[in-house]
């Protein structure tokens, strides 16, 4: 196990201009410097409120506690992924292990991505669709993720996440919801989203492999 350390905010792996003219940059500055900063702010102070709350053995606000420390850093851990889900070049196509998990779920790219495109769609308020690794059955799940940290299934992990808050797409896309999905699909980084499937093969949440 590593040491803890505090919540920060990632550096982009490209410049702020560079998926113009599918992603804003305006958009991007706003969205990485403001909004994702606020949720690793937030998440840091959570941390410190939790701290004292222990050392005073004062509990009275733990409700709100409990709360802003799955917003925070739900939402500093979603915005992480997000970046580096997307690429300037658009980018390739899913590896050959991704592509056979793909077909499998969901009978192929297209079919994850019509199901994803209509998650992410259609929430109601603010969310994400989230292409997750369900690893008690070892499966690929879509997720239609609430806020950051809601309507979730425990123990599945996030390998690709589109942010479908207004402040994601607003600027640039109005309401045209489907516009930016469009958008959003073309940006993906499958070799980021395959790295991420990789790393998980073997997690056993239930210890249903053991
Ligand atoms: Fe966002």
Redesign the pocket.
């Known amino acids: 196990m590593t040491t803890a350390k505090p919540y920060s905010l990632p550096k982009l792996g490209y410049k702020y201009d560079a998926l113009e003219p599918k992603y804003s940059s305006e958009i991007l500055e706003l969205?990485h410097k403001k909004?994702?900063k606020g949720y690793v702010d937030g998440a840091n102070q959570t941390h410190a409120d939790l701290q004292e709350a222990r050392s005073n053995n004062d509990y009275a606000a733990i409700r709100q506690l409990s709360k802003n420390q799955a917003f925070n850093v739900s939402?500093h851990v979603?915005?992480s992924l997000?970046w580096r889900n997307i690429a300037p070049e658009g980018s390739n196509k899913p590896g050959k292990a991704l592509t056979q998990m793909l077909k499998d779920a969901f009978g192929g790219t297209k079919g994850l991505k019509d199901q994803f495109l209509a998650a992410g769609t259609s929430i109601q308020g603010s969310g994400w669709a989230s292409l997750s690794y369900e690893p008690t059955r070892g499966d690929l799940i879509v997720e239609q993720i609430f806020d950051h940290q809601s309507n979730t299934a425990t123990g599945a992990v996030p390998i690709l996440v589109m942010?479908m808050?207004e402040?994601?797409f607003y600027l640039q896309y109005k309401n045209e919801k489907k516009r930016w999905a469009k958008a959003f699909w073309s940006m993906i980084n499958w070799d980021d989203v395959g790295e991420r499937l990789s790393r998980l093969e073997g997690l056993d949440v239930v210890g249903s492999k053991s």
Do not use: K, N
């Open positions: 969205h909004h994702h939402g979603m915005h997000f942010d808050w402040h994601a």
